[in-house]
T-cell receptor, first 113, second 113 residues
């Protein structure tokens, strides 16, 4: 069984740039959720995709957007990067719309200079 | 406003003794609770969950207790092992309302040999 994989592991960008983070869900899972974890905080929900449709969104501005593909892999896009966007971005997959235990990838560490 | 609170940022326990990690929540709609463990440079790993119809769930050395009237849950690890040293996150959601996972800030557990 293949777990959740995320790429890249680390990324450095400057303010105003755009970034795309990628996630491959665990085999058999059709739901992907994205989280932002700032230093010293718990993961904070960004949004969730179920069968290629957005299925819930947290308190993040529209410059955070996403996609889910037919193979259930997913992308997180962030436009007009700000210094506060520096964080660990975690992807989690699960089966179904309900919040059954989600399985996390190891994250992408994004640093904004 | 933090809906899930882990008031102890850190905890040190001797190997072989019991570790008790606590979590409080404020949202009465939460009916599903999970504990995750996180090692450095890895994503959170699901440990154990409990739904609001139960007050206890056990899995090997890990037991989660839920006190709905107090809006409090705890994770007991017995016996504690050095490999248990990690950051533990409490998370909650509403299965009936299909709300996303809300995480606490985490408690860093150190098990001393």
């Amino acid at each position: 069984e293949t777990g959740v994989t995320q790429s890249p592991t680390h990324l450095i960008k400057t303010r105003g740039q755009q970034v795309t983070l990628r996630c491959s869900s665990q085999s058999g899972h059709n739901t992907v959720s994205w989280y932002q974890q700032a230093l010293g905080q718990g993961p904070q929900f960004i949004f969730q995709y179920y069968r290629e449709e957005e299925n819930g969104r947290g308190n993040f501005p529209p410059r955070f957007s996403g996609l889910q593909f037919p193979n259930y892999s997913s992308e997180l896009n962030v436009n007009a990067l700000e210094l506060d966007d520096s964080a660990l971005y975690l992807c989690a997959s699960s089966f179904g719309q309900r919040n059954q235990p989600q399985h996390f990838g190891d994250g992408t560490r994004l640093s904004i200079l | 406003d933090q809906q899930v609170k882990q008031n102890s940022p850190s905890l040190s326990v001797q190997e072989g003794r019991i570790s008790i990690l606590n979590c409080d929540y404020t949202n009465s709609m939460f009916d599903y609770f999970l504990w995750y463990k996180k090692y450095p440079a890895e994503g959170p790993t699901f440990l154990i969950s409990i739904s609001s119809i139960k007050d206890k769930n056990e899995d090997g050395r890990f037991t989660v207790f839920l006190n709905k009237s107090a809006k409090h849950l705890s994770l007991h690890i017995v016996p504690s092992q050095p490999g248990d040293s990690a950051v533990y996150f409490c998370a909650a959601s509403s299965l009936s309302g299909n709300t996303p996972l809300v995480f606490g800030k985490g408690t860093r557990l150190s098990v001393i040999a």
